[in-house]
């Protein structure tokens, strides 16, 4: 198990952008980020794979979000174009597993950090 701590939300207007960050005590293989909006389930955003950083996105953020590691204890997303409705709390994860995108392959979360984007 690993400690995540997010930080680089905030408050944006419609088209702007955000990177949030993930300080974590070692890499796993799978790292990723999800979201969480109000009355909604938890879904995921973006992973990445310790193998040749594997990525994958959410078709919702595809072209605007990318993943990325940074040695082996940072991970950002960066939120470019951001929109109304990627208004969320937004988590950073870590995991075991081949498969990152399945959410089942995450053990240890984060606190979560608020994104709001107002149109």
């Known amino acids: 198990q690993v400690d995540l701590v997010e930080s680089g939300g905030g408050s944006v207007q419609a088209g702007e952008s955000l990177r949030l960050f993930c300080k974590y005590t070692?890499?796993?293989?799978?790292m990723g980020w999800f979201r969480q909006a109000p009355g909604k389930e938890r879904e995921g955003v973006a992973t990445i794979s310790g193998v040749g950083g594997h990525t994958y996105y959410a078709d919702s953020v595809k072209g605007r979000f990318t993943i990325s590691r940074y040695m082996n204890d940072t991970m950002f997303l960066q939120m470019n174009n951001l929109q109304p409705e990627d208004t969320a709390i937004y988590y950073c994860a870590a995991g075991s597993g081949i498969n990152c995108y399945d959410e089942a392959q995450y053990n240890s979360w984060g606190q979560g950090t608020q994104v709001t984007v107002s149109s």
């Open positions: 070692y890499s796993r293989y799978c």
